[in-house]
């Protein structure tokens, strides 16, 4: 670790009130550059950690930045990893006030619930299948609190991997019964068809995303617990939106999704 532990409560603390007042700042790396990993992990743990005193409960867990797709449109070379908090939760078919988000994009992905703890190290695809209750379909909507989506991944990790919204749907399904390297999914906006993508994108398979974290989170002696919700990452670029805009997403033999901005 770089950073003393006043300078990452103090980062926290200015991240979420970001989010929470609705205004972006400049990523974070500009005042500290030598921020490591540990410290920005320790950041993005200080928000959830901030959240959870005023009440919130932990939903889910997130991929990010797993597709080249994501990887291209932000310039970065590898995933990231983040939570998800009730506050973020959207009903299907639900309104997102735009108001409450700075910049927000959505992103088509396939959601795992898993029916057994996953630990890494040596996680790999098949223990993520044996362990996954069923996948369905999700939109992720990201709102980065960094200026005009311009970050490091140090920066995006202490920024929550830019989480914001989510909302899943449709139809789940169980993952022997689906394909989940060749399932198309196709994004919508006002009843435009924004972006077109297949499971492959990301990392190969989607399940190799929950691989992936379940492997980052056995370094740091955790494991991913049964129940848990896990965005896959988004399976193409990034969509922007704005108030008046519907959205949904419909994967293929897994049913649609969306969600409106008011
Ligand atoms: C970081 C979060 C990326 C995904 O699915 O790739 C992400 C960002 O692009 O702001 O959630
Ligand atoms: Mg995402």
Known sequence: MALSKQTIAQLAEHLESCQLQVRDTPKITDEHPEMDWDDAYAVQDAILARKLARGARLVGLKAGLTSHAKMQQMGVTAPVFGFL???????????????????????????????HPLKGPGCHIGAVLAATDFVLPGIEVIDSRYRDFK?????????????????????????????????????????????????AAVLGHPAAAVAALANHLGARGQEIPTGTLILSGGATEAVSVQAGDAVALRVQGMGSVGLRFT
């Open 85 to 115: 908090v009730d506050e973020f939760s959207v009903a299907e078919g639900a309104a997102v006030k735009a108001g409450e988000l700075i910049q927000p994009k959505v992103e088509p992905e396939i959601a795992f619930v898993l029916k």
């Open 151 to 199: 970050f490091d991944l140090k920066s995006v990790v202490a920024d929550n991997t830019s989480a914001s919204r989510f909302v899943v749907g449709g139809r789940p399904m169980r993952v022997q019964d689906v394909d989940l390297r060749t399932v198309g999914l196709v994004l919508e906006k006002n009843g435009q068809p924004v972006a077109l993508g297949a499971g």
